[in-house]
């Protein structure tokens, strides 16, 4: 129990004001006991008095003869003596013989007997009247004597009962008062107090305190008030707190949404990856405070993923065609400030699939004091599987591209096998039979002259139109130029019996089918070129990519050009400089300082298309810090 329980304050009161009720009880009744019967022996003590006037009085009339010896008069004697020895009278009396009240009542009967009483058994003149009345009136002086202590004593057996009940009721109002201001101040305003709390509690007003401290009940109630308002607002706080994180956060996934669906035209409306997902990136960046965002895609003929886009970079990628954006590019201090390998953040990668193949993956850094909302990770697996279908459709618009230029050439290779080179075949072989006939000898010098000429024309057109036919038939069989390059280089290296020694720098897939086909058509001529009229030992190609350039060299250490440039008749080079123009490039074609011949080709990707994606049983998401 509490030391300072209300209980036991309130049973403290009540046994207070039980025991002073109690004493007063006990007090009155052994008062009023005790003053029981004084009335009857004052009245007894009062006939005493009369009764000795009277005896007086009957004695001065009685005659000599009727005193000494009479019976009645001794009867009324002993009267006296009885009245004076009054049971309720000597009840009255103290039991302790020293009492004043004791002792008085002890001289009367002592100067009753002794004195008074053998004078009125003498009649006159034996003794004196007045001696008599003298003593009369002493014995009447100690009886009023007696009467005034018995009156005295009860006076003050009243008066100390009456003291007993004032004292009583004072204690008791004084306790009541006690009680008034105890119960006021440690019970009315406590409650009060809490009163206000729960009212402050229902107004959401958590900044009331009771202030109570003490070790009562409601002072334990007021600080259980005071650890219940504060949890309530920490939890309510917290509540509105998780309340306004959630709205937020449902707040960036519908903006997301909406992000997510007004950019999916744009990302399948456009042939270029970059342009079309970086504003979405950015924007999801920003909705959902992450970032960086890079994506990588997967490349059967390369051992690494391949980095396709990022939204973060201090310098300009390779795989950037339009270098007047600036989008991804970033200064050297926020790079430093940004995610990465080797910092406390996190990332996560989500696989982009289609099916059973895995295209590439999405890699999403974010702080790492902060967990990534459900929400947002289910954003950006909706994110994942959009560029998994826009990847997934590019691939097949390269594809329908592929295919359409290879029908196209092949009917264009077509049409001029059956019409142009049947009609230069069939002049080749009237030259052949204008050849075999007789010409007179004035016509023979100029007529042989016009035969070479119209010969040299038409085995040069026919070589073009060979070269015509090579180019449109010829198609990539391989998965990539790299590919296409080495088997290039194995061919020729067999013809001129001499290793040709290849360098390819190229990112994967950064040329367009059409690319591909003008680069390795110009590497092939470039080479043919060499075998047929250089006589090199050495040859080598390089193609390389600078930042936004392709670069291809083709060079050796044959004999080199003629001081008079190119050889007449030879349209190799016109047509690798047309190819060269198709391609938006610049063709060189020089002598080696050292010997030879070096064939420059540099020019800029028309556009950036996806890479062939890889197949895979099952893709996983995995988060790293």
Not at 266 to 291: K, V
Not at 303 to 310: G, K, Q, S
Request: some cysteine; aromatic content about 4%.
């Amino acid at each position: 129990m509490l030391r300072n329980s209300l209980v036991r304050r309130v049973g403290a009161v009540v046994a207070a004001i039980s025991i002073v009720a109690l004493i007063n009880i006990v007090v009155s009744l052994a008062v009023s006991g005790s003053i029981q019967g004084s009335a009857t022996a004052i009245n007894v003590a009062g006939s005493l008095r009369m009764q000795s006037f009277q005896m007086l009085a009957q004695w001065q009339r009685l005659e000599p003869a009727e005193i000494s010896g009479s019976t009645a008069w001794e009867k009324t004697l002993d009267r006296f003596s009885e009245r004076l020895g009054n049971g309720a009278l000597i009840e009255a009396l103290p039991s302790s013989p020293d009492h004043p009240l004791a002792q008085q009542h002890s001289a009367i009967s002592d100067f009753w007997e002794s004195d008074l009483k053998p004078l009125f058994r003498q009649a006159p003149p034996s003794v004196s009247p007045e001696l008599v009345r003298e003593q009369v009136s002493t014995l009447v002086g100690k009886i009023e004597t007696l009467v005034s202590l018995m009156e005295q004593r009860t006076e003050a057996r009243i008066q100390l009962m009456n003291l007993v009940q004032i004292t009583s009721l004072a204690i008791t109002v004084l306790v009541i008062i006690a009680l008034f201001f105890d119960t006021k101040n440690r019970v009315v305003r406590p409650l009060n107090r809490l009163l206000g709390i729960a009212q402050a509690v229902a107004r959401k007003d958590f900044s009331q305190r009771s202030g109570l401290h003490g070790e009562d009940e409601l002072s334990r109630l007021g600080m259980a008030f005071d650890q219940m308002t504060s949890q309530l607002a920490i939890s309510y706080r917290n509540l509105e707190t998780e309340a306004t994180e959630k709205t937020r956060e449902l707040e960036r996934s519908h903006a997301a949404l909406q992000l997510l669906h007004s950019a999916s035209r744009s990302l399948y409306s456009t042939g270029d990856l970059c342009a079309g997902a970086m504003p979405l990136l950015h924007n999801l960046e920003e909705l959902l405070g992450i970032g960086p965002i890079r994506l990588f895609l997967h490349d059967k003929n390369s051992p690494e993923p391949v980095e396709a886009l990022t939204t973060a970079t201090k310098a300009r990628p390779y795989y950037c065609r339009d270098h007047d954006c600036n989008a991804c590019l970033v200064s050297p201090h926020a790079m430093e400030d940004s995610p990465g390998e080797g910092s406390d953040d996190r990332r996560l990668l989500l696989p982009i699939r289609t099916g059973n193949s895995l295209l590439g993956t999405l890699e999403a850094w974010y702080p790492g004091d902060h967990k990534l909302p459900e929400t947002s990770r289910h954003l950006l697996e909706t994110l994942t599987d959009q560029l998994a279908t826009a990847i997934f459709l590019q691939r097949q618009m390269t594809e329908e591209q592929r295919l359409t230029l290879a029908e196209e050439r092949a009917v264009i290779a077509r049409e001029l096998h059956d019409s142009l080179a049947q009609s230069l075949s069939y002049l080749k072989m009237q030259v052949a039979r204008l050849r075999r006939l007789e010409i007179t000898p004035d016509n023979a010098s100029r007529h042989s002259d016009i035969l070479d000429e119209l010969s040299t024309g038409l085995n040069s057109a026919y070589r073009q139109l060979r070269e015509l036919l090579t180019t449109f038939r010829l198609k990539l069989d391989t998965p990539d130029l790299g590919t296409a390059l080495k088997e290039t280089v194995v061919e020729f290296s067999e013809r001129l019996q001499n290793p040709v020694q290849l360098t390819y720098q190229l990112p994967p897939q950064i040329l367009s089918a059409n690319e591909e086909i003008h680069v390795l058509q110009i590497i092939r001529e470039a080479l043919a070129n060499a075998v047929k009229h250089a006589e090199p030992t050495w040859v080598e190609v390089s193609v390389t990519f600078v930042s936004p350039r392709v670069e291809a060299t083709i060079s050796d250490n044959g004999k080199g050009l003629p001081d008079t440039g190119q050889p007449p008749q030879h349209y190799g080079l016109i047509i690798m400089n047309d190819r060269a123009r198709t391609l938006g490039g610049r063709l060189s074609v020089r002598n080696r300082e050292q010997g030879g011949v070096v064939v420059e080709l540099a020019f800029v990707p028309t556009s950036r298309h996806l890479i062939t994606s890889q197949s895979h049983s099952e893709s996983t998401i995995s988060e790293e810090s």
